[in-house]
């Protein structure tokens, strides 16, 4: 870290900028300074996709300010953007390109979610230039520090992401094992990352590469077809995203039920982000060989009945069987947010009594003053929360 | 003393139902210009304290303009930004800079006991004799319903020692000292209030007192005497502003009775003639975080403050349409008024001999 770094994060001038912090000072001056948040500024924009019948997917380049910690290939980050109106909105999205080093560029490529605001406004209007703020890259859907010799990804739509920033990073650093990357997308105009997919079939890099369309006749990764195209696929370690859809459909090839994505050995609670597209997901880990990672929003399909009481407001309403997030926006309070799907903790909440379950895994828990994501959990009867 | 209605419930419904189409029409409108104001404002604070601080550099030459800016710098930091940013008028930006959970002010108080205090304790219960801690903040005596004690002959002496510590004031108000010393309040109840306190002041003071002017080596002295002089100005000024919101001749004040069960409509006519504006030009109005328009304030506490004077030609005209008063004046004549409360009130109040006399059915109240 630089001398003027270390000089900005000091407690002299943390005792000389209170209680604003030196943050509100330095961004006035310039907005690329920075001592301790991240901010970055959009370098390019380049369309991956554009078809008139499908939403736009763009791969926006940043650099970020000197305080970027730098991310490892697979993980997240929440970015915020100011919106016309004058309204700021963060969202997660996944980092496609190849693991970045402190203050290095990076890129996310994203797709103009029809209902999404932040992911509409930086496919159609986000400009050079412009300036965003950002969290540290977060996430453990990434791969580990020992490279295994065999690696299979099963990736669908724009779930295609994380799995690109790992295979970037995976030719930048000349991989000598193998590289299964398998696929699925509508038609190989909606193809992200078409082009340099076809310089890495064509390259010799000995990446496997199978990109399946319906539209062509492509069939489902079955149990079957994943065992046609990497034998003993089980025994390979396999990183999957997709939508709901895909990751339900090859969980159980897998030997994994859905809907209990926790599962076994290396379980991480927050493991996920969402990229494109819907900027929703929810990860977890399941099993020793497949890590996963969703892309499409849990349905918060709670059972309505009861009453939620947001304590701090002295309001309730009847539960709807909505997330509490959900529910306290309905009834006009403004609770803080973040990712909302469950990864980011920015909505935590202490939850006073009642019971909630959390969409993600289904469990219930009915513990007093207990700190909830509201985002992802959803009341069963009577709940009251600090909000 | 205890103000009387004037309107039916009915009226009250009317007028309440037009005070919150005011509020949804404001609150649908906010946007760009809004977030732009805020962010200009917060620059140009910004920039008095950097050359309030630099100029102390500057010997003898640089002081008073030293002070000025460093002055500027304070009150705009807690009048337009700090009150206004933590009473949530800009929560809808996004922008964590300017959110009411995480804002706190450059001044003794820290935001997380204020926010208790004042947008909970105060705007709630605006002008309830017995539960409003601002009706005379524990000190002094600032309405005739108000027992009168002995204590209350040092009444021009507080409000003049509260006006030189202000922000002292405004710190330790929410240890709420009268209550614990009436029995009601606990030392425990205080802990973590007084721990915050501590944590803040001990900010405030080392950086004012010690390191800024440390800083400019061997011109200590005379930074440190800057410094306190421009926390002096900030503390006179906002105390003179915020005391001519509430305690003006013919502020109405309410009892605890009146207002059990209050509906909707009752809230926003307590909030209205429970509170005073001051006429002024644009600047003061700045300068005052538009607390000058203290009664827009009031009805619609999270409305970003710059919208304040285009709602009050609003709120005016609803006024003359339900006969109610508006309280409002240029700033000698309500300083004035409230000065010479705090000293008629330092005095027992003499009662009128037949009590059986009927309070006049007039909107404004008759300042006794």
Same mark, same amino acid.
């Given at each position: 870290?630089?001398?003027?770094?270390?000089?900005?994060?000091?407690?002299?001038?943390?005792?000389?900028?209170?209680?604003?912090?030196?943050?509100?000072?330095?961004?006035?001056?310039?907005?690329?300074?920075?001592?301790?948040?991240?901010?970055?500024?959009?370098?390019?924009?380049?369309?991956?996709?554009?078809?008139?019948?499908?939403?736009?997917?763009?791969?926006?380049?940043?650099?970020?300010?000197?305080?970027?910690?730098?991310?490892?290939?697979?993980?997240?980050?929440?970015?915020?953007?100011?919106?016309?109106?004058?309204?700021?909105?963060?969202?997660?999205?996944?980092?496609?390109?190849?693991?970045?080093?402190?203050?290095?560029?990076?890129?996310?490529?994203?797709?103009?979610?029809?209902?999404?605001?932040?992911?509409?406004?930086?496919?159609?209007?986000?400009?050079?230039?412009?300036?965003?703020?950002?969290?540290?890259?977060?996430?453990?859907?990434?791969?580990?520090?020992?490279?295994?010799?065999?690696?299979?990804?099963?990736?669908?739509?724009?779930?295609?992401?994380?799995?690109?920033?790992?295979?970037?990073?995976?030719?930048?650093?000349?991989?000598?094992?193998?590289?299964?990357?398998?696929?699925?997308?509508?038609?190989?105009?909606?193809?992200?990352?078409?082009?340099?997919?076809?310089?890495?079939?064509?390259?010799?890099?000995?990446?496997?590469?199978?990109?399946?369309?319906?539209?062509?006749?492509?069939?489902?990764?079955?149990?079957?077809?994943?065992?046609?195209?990497?034998?003993?696929?089980?025994?390979?370690?396999?990183?999957?995203?997709?939508?709901?859809?895909?990751?339900?459909?090859?969980?159980?090839?897998?030997?994994?039920? $859905? &809907? +209990?994505?926790? *599962? !076994? @050995? %290396? /379980? #991480? =609670? $927050? &493991? +996920?982000?969402? *990229? !494109? @597209? %819907? /900027? #929703? =997901? $929810? &990860? +977890?880990?399941? *099993?020793?060989?497949?890590?996963?990672?969703?892309?499409?929003?849990?349905?918060?399909?709670?059972?309505?009945?009861?009453?939620?009481?947001?304590?701090?407001?002295?309001?309730?309403?009847?539960?709807?069987?909505?997330?509490?997030?959900?529910?306290?926006?309905?009834?006009?309070?403004?609770?803080?947010?973040?990712?909302?799907?469950?990864?980011?903790?920015?909505?935590?909440?202490?939850?006073?009594?009642?019971?909630?379950?959390?969409?993600?895994?289904?469990?219930?828990?009915?513990?007093?003053?207990?700190?909830?994501?509201?985002?992802?959990?959803?009341?069963?009867?009577?709940?009251?929360?600090?909000? | 003393?205890?103000?009387?209605?004037?309107?039916?419930?009915?009226?009250?419904?009317?007028?309440?139902?037009?005070?919150?189409?005011?509020?949804?029409?404001?609150?649908?409108?906010?946007?760009?210009?809004?977030?732009?104001?805020?962010?200009?404002?917060?620059?140009?604070?910004?920039?008095?304290?950097?050359?309030?601080?630099?100029?102390?550099?500057?010997?003898?030459?640089?002081?008073?303009?030293?002070?000025?800016?460093?002055?500027?710098?304070?009150?705009?930091?807690?009048?337009?930004?700090?009150?206004?940013?933590?009473?949530?008028?800009?929560?809808?930006?996004?922008?964590?800079?300017?959110?009411?959970?995480?804002?706190?002010?450059?001044?003794?108080?820290?935001?997380?006991?204020?926010?208790?205090?004042?947008?909970?304790?105060?705007?709630?219960?605006?002008?309830?004799?017995?539960?409003?801690?601002?009706?005379?903040?524990?000190?002094?005596?600032?309405?005739?319903?108000?027992?009168?004690?002995?204590?209350?002959?040092?009444?021009?002496?507080?409000?003049?020692?509260?006006?030189?510590?202000?922000?002292?004031?405004?710190?330790?108000?929410?240890?709420?000292?009268?209550?614990?010393?009436?029995?009601?309040?606990?030392?425990?109840?205080?802990?973590?209030?007084?721990?915050?306190?501590?944590?803040?002041?001990?900010?405030?003071?080392?950086?004012?007192?010690?390191?800024?002017?440390?800083?400019?080596?061997?011109?200590?002295?005379?930074?440190?005497?800057?410094?306190?002089?421009?926390?002096?100005?900030?503390?006179?000024?906002?105390?003179?502003?915020?005391?001519?919101?509430?305690?003006?001749?013919?502020?109405?004040?309410?009892?605890?009775?009146?207002?059990?069960?209050?509906?909707?409509?009752?809230?926003?006519?307590?909030?209205?003639?429970?509170?005073?504006?001051?006429?002024?030009?644009?600047?003061?109005?700045?300068?005052?975080?538009?607390?000058?328009?203290?009664?827009?304030?009031?009805?619609?506490?999270?409305?970003?403050?710059?919208?304040?004077?285009?709602?009050?030609?609003?709120?005016?005209?609803?006024?003359?349409?339900?006969?109610?008063?508006?309280?409002?004046?240029?700033?000698?004549?309500?300083?004035?008024?409230?000065?010479?409360?705090?000293?008629?009130?330092?005095?027992?109040?003499?009662?009128?001999?037949?009590?059986?006399?009927?309070?006049?059915?007039?909107?404004?109240?008759?300042?006794?």
């Amino acid at each position: 870290m630089s001398l003027a770094g270390t000089l900005l994060r000091s407690r002299a001038v943390a005792a000389l900028t209170s209680p604003h912090g030196v943050d509100r000072y330095l961004e006035l001056v310039n907005p690329m300074w920075a001592a301790r948040e991240v901010r970055a500024r959009i370098v390019d924009v380049t369309m991956e996709v554009e078809l008139p019948s499908a939403p736009p997917v763009a791969t926006l380049t940043f650099q970020p300010t000197s305080t970027w910690a730098g991310h490892k290939p697979g993980q997240y980050v929440q970015l915020s953007v100011d919106l016309p109106g004058g309204r700021r909105l963060t969202r997660c999205f996944t980092l496609s390109s190849a693991g970045s080093r402190p203050g290095e560029r990076f890129t996310i490529t994203l797709r103009a979610n029809p209902d999404g605001e932040v992911s509409r406004y930086l496919a159609d209007r986000a400009r050079v230039g412009e300036i965003v703020h950002l969290s540290q890259a977060a996430g453990d859907f990434v791969l580990p520090d020992r490279v295994p010799d065999h690696v299979l990804f099963i990736t669908g739509g724009s779930g295609i992401t994380p799995a690109m920033s790992m295979l970037r990073s995976l030719l930048l650093r000349t991989h000598r094992g193998r590289v299964t990357f398998l696929h699925y997308a509508q038609s190989p105009d909606h193809q992200i990352f078409r082009r340099e997919l076809d310089q890495i079939r064509t390259a010799g890099y000995g990446v496997d590469l199978h990109l399946v369309y319906p539209e062509q006749g492509g069939r489902n990764f079955s149990a079957m077809e994943l065992e046609r195209l990497v034998p003993g696929f089980r025994d390979v370690d396999t990183w999957l995203c997709g939508p709901a859809g895909l990751v339900e459909a090859v969980l159980p090839a897998y030997g994994v039920s $859905t &809907g +209990s994505t926790t *599962g !076994t @050995g %290396s /379980t #991480t =609670g $927050t &493991g +996920s982000t969402t *990229g !494109t @597209g %819907s /900027t #929703t =997901g $929810t &990860g +977890s880990t399941t *099993g020793s060989k497949l890590r996963v990672e969703y892309f499409k929003p849990p349905a918060a399909s709670g059972v309505a009945g009861g009453r939620l009481s947001f304590e701090r407001s002295a309001t309730a309403a009847d539960n709807t069987g909505a997330s509490i997030l959900e529910q306290a926006e309905a009834a006009g309070l403004t609770p803080k947010f973040g990712c909302r799907m469950g990864i980011c903790f920015s909505c935590a909440v202490t939850k006073s009594e009642g019971t909630v379950r959390n969409v993600l895994t289904g469990e219930t828990s009915s513990r007093p003053d207990e700190e909830i994501r509201i985002c992802v959990s959803t009341p069963e009867g009577d709940c009251s929360v600090d909000l | 003393m205890t103000h009387t209605i004037t309107l039916t419930p009915d009226q009250l419904e009317a007028f309440g139902a037009e005070m919150d189409a005011i509020r949804q029409r404001i609150v649908a409108d906010l946007g760009e210009e809004d977030a732009a104001y805020i962010r200009k404002v917060v620059k140009c604070q910004r920039g008095f304290e950097a050359a309030g601080r630099a100029l102390f550099y500057l010997p003898v030459l640089g002081w008073a303009p030293a002070v000025a800016c460093l002055s500027i710098s304070k009150i705009l930091d807690n009048m337009e930004i700090g009150h206004n940013v933590m009473h949530g008028q800009y929560d809808w930006m996004g922008d964590p800079g300017l959110n009411s959970r995480m804002f706190d002010w450059d001044t003794m108080a820290p935001a997380e006991n204020w926010k208790h205090g004042h947008n909970y304790m105060h705007h709630t219960f605006t002008n309830i004799v017995g539960k409003d801690r601002d009706v005379g903040y524990g000190i002094l005596r600032m309405d005739e319903d108000q027992e009168w004690r002995p204590y209350y002959l040092g009444n021009p002496l507080y409000a003049f020692l509260l006006m030189m510590l202000f922000e002292w004031g405004v710190a330790v108000h929410d240890l709420e000292f009268d209550e614990l010393v009436a029995g009601r309040r606990t030392w425990a109840e205080n802990r973590e209030i007084g721990a915050r306190i501590w944590k803040k002041v001990k900010k405030q003071t080392f950086k004012d007192y010690v390191l800024f002017p440390a800083l400019t080596g061997p011109l200590f002295p005379l930074t440190f005497a800057g410094n306190v002089v421009a926390n002096l100005v900030r503390n006179v000024w906002t105390f003179n502003i915020i005391f001519c919101g509430h305690f003006p001749a013919g502020v109405a004040t309410f009892s605890v009775e009146q207002c059990e069960e209050e509906s909707r409509g009752q809230w926003y006519y307590r909030q209205l003639l429970g509170s005073a504006n001051i006429t002024g030009s644009k600047l003061f109005h700045v300068m005052s975080g538009n607390l000058s328009h203290q009664i827009e304030h009031h009805l619609f506490p999270d409305i970003p403050a710059r919208r304040y004077p285009e709602v009050a030609q609003e709120v005016r005209a609803i006024c003359e349409k339900y006969d109610l008063q508006y309280n409002t004046g240029p700033l000698r004549k309500q300083l004035g008024s409230v000065f010479a409360k705090i000293v008629r009130l330092s005095l027992p109040t003499r009662r009128p001999k037949d009590t059986s006399v009927p309070v006049p059915e007039t909107g404004a109240v008759v300042a006794a």
